[in-house]
């Protein structure tokens, strides 16, 4: 009980407590005299917890991030009514865009939509514009600069976080929490040359940028900007930008880029952050395109590949597969390859008497109860109607009896229930066959060979394996007579 208070009521304001305060340290670390902190992540990471964690949507929560905020300006000495003025800013802007989130279906819907930087594009806008004209109003008394100067540079500045910053939240989301099939999002970092061909682009492009003077270079990287698009996953792509802004950023600060003939002025620096954000979000809204394109192909092929109610391998993909093992490289210490022909009992008795529903049903129990209970590497694959065949790998013929044995056994133990006033008791029989040379035909005479085994187990009564033992000095496919061994599943 305790425990469980405790997750649910400390935690969660504890835990934002503490990522607000040390995201509030790093950007008052990063201001230097005259300006705003050069990075300020808070803002965002309160934001995305609100928005994406249902469990930080709580008073405690809220105020516990807004004493964190408040107690890492009274640390550095500002004075007290600047230091609540700026707090009051800050959650006036993230209250505007969590409203207006809220109001879109965010985060439910269309997060991954070639939209949503459109979208993001308008809520920061106007969420960074509340927090610029109270921030704005708040350090004017105290600031040389007239209102629409400050207001300017707290604007862009406020943009440029929320717009190269919180597509990583939202990217990290998708990454963790989607069930789509999910592709690597670290390809960037793997040691192949072609992989890194587009960051190496980058670098090049940047360089140019910076050290030949001449204005029309400053846009030299946007090639390799969409090309990093085109080549890396949504998050590895987020942070890339995020890389580039910040570089960007603190290249301007050091004067680097002399070639654009500006003064070195806060009107110059709202101009250069709010030209760097709408840059970026072109390769940012091309990458979602991409990474909605990658996930829409991966759906269509587990489509393909996988049988809709049972989610095992199609016949197609089953035979593809296993003949990609069969045509592989096999490990030293190979100990043959089997195949299982799975059938469950009188299934069609089950659907005559209890309907599809239920038949359908005795079908997903006992494919998942075979997955569960299969190696990681086995295959299984759907042949059609109530008939499964798995594939094992270097595995023995005694563990592959033992294995069918053992599943054989664990079905005839199940109670299904497809309806609470329906109870089902399903068996099923297995044809096991193995080799342990395989070959160019050996998946046809494993399944041939497992089939029989099959029909002999079915003709000795059911609920019960069989296995095929090959007498010796056999050439090929041609059996000098085979023999029938195996038992009732049950003990």
Not at 3 to 14: C, D, E, I, N, T
Not at 175 to 204: E, M, T, V
Not at 351 to 377: C, F, I, Q, W
């Amino acid at each position: 009980m305790t425990s469980s208070f405790a997750r649910k009521y400390l935690f969660p304001p504890a835990l934002i407590g503490l990522v607000t305060f040390f995201a509030s340290t790093l950007g008052v670390l990063s201001r230097h005299a005259g300006h705003l902190a050069a990075l300020w992540p808070t803002n965002v990471m309160q934001l995305w917890m609100f928005l994406f964690f249902p469990i930080f949507r709580t008073l405690p929560c809220l105020i516990t991030a807004i004493l964190a905020e408040i107690l890492v300006e009274i640390i550095i000495h500002d004075p007290i009514i600047k230091v609540f003025g700026l707090t009051f800013a800050n959650f006036s802007g993230i209250l505007t865009a969590y409203i207006l989130f809220r109001k879109s279906g965010f985060p439910q819907k269309n997060m991954d939509h070639p939209t949503l930087i459109l979208r993001l594009l308008l809520i920061c806008s106007l969420s960074s514009a509340v927090a610029a004209i109270f921030g704005s109003a708040i350090i004017m008394p105290t600031s040389a600069h007239r209102f629409y100067t400050s207001f300017s540079l707290w604007f862009t500045s406020e943009l440029n976080r929320y717009l190269i910053l919180f597509p990583i939240g939202i990217a990290f989301y998708n990454l963790n929490n989607n069930d789509k099939i999910k592709y690597s999002s670290i390809n960037i970092f793997k040691n192949s040359l072609q992989k890194l061909c587009p960051i190496i682009s980058l670098l090049l492009s940047s360089y140019l940028a910076i050290y030949i003077p001449s204005p029309g270079f400053i846009i030299a990287p946007i090639p390799a900007l969409m090309w990093c698009a085109l080549s890396y996953s949504w998050f590895s792509m987020s942070l890339i930008l995020f890389l580039f802004n910040e570089s960007a950023i603190a290249i301007w600060n050091l004067h680097f880029l002399t070639m654009l003939h500006l003064k070195s002025s806060i009107c110059a620096e709202s101009s250069f952050r709010f030209g760097l954000t709408l840059l970026l979000l072109g390769p940012q809204m091309l990458s979602v395109v991409m990474n909605n394109q990658k996930n829409l192909i991966a759906r269509l092929n587990k489509m393909a590949m996988h049988d809709s109610l049972t989610n095992t391998l199609t016949r197609r993909a089953y035979i593809e597969r296993t003949e990609a093992l069969i045509n592989g490289v096999l490990p030293n210490d190979f100990q043959g390859m089997s195949v299982l022909m799975v059938d469950l009992d009188k299934f069609k008795d089950i659907n005559d008497r209890y309907g599809h529903l239920a038949g359908d049903t005795a079908l997903v129990v006992v494919s998942e109860t075979l997955m569960k209970h299969l190696p990681h590497n086995a295959l299984v694959g759907r042949l059609g109607g109530e008939e499964f065949a798995v594939t094992l790998f270097n595995l023995s013929l005694d563990a592959t009896i033992q294995l069918s044995d053992m599943l054989c056994r664990k079905v005839s133990e199940l109670e299904i229930k497809p309806k609470d006033s329906i109870k089902l008791q399903v068996t099923i029989s297995i044809g096991v066959s193995h080799q342990h040379h395989v070959g160019q035909d050996s998946l046809q005479s494993l399944l041939h060979d497992a089939d029989s085994a099959l029909y002999e187990a079915k003709k000795q009564g059911r609920n019960r394996s069989l296995h095929i033992a090959e007498f010796p000095f056999q050439h090929g496919n041609d059996h000098s007579g085979t023999l029938y061994q195996g038992g009732s599943c049950l003990p």
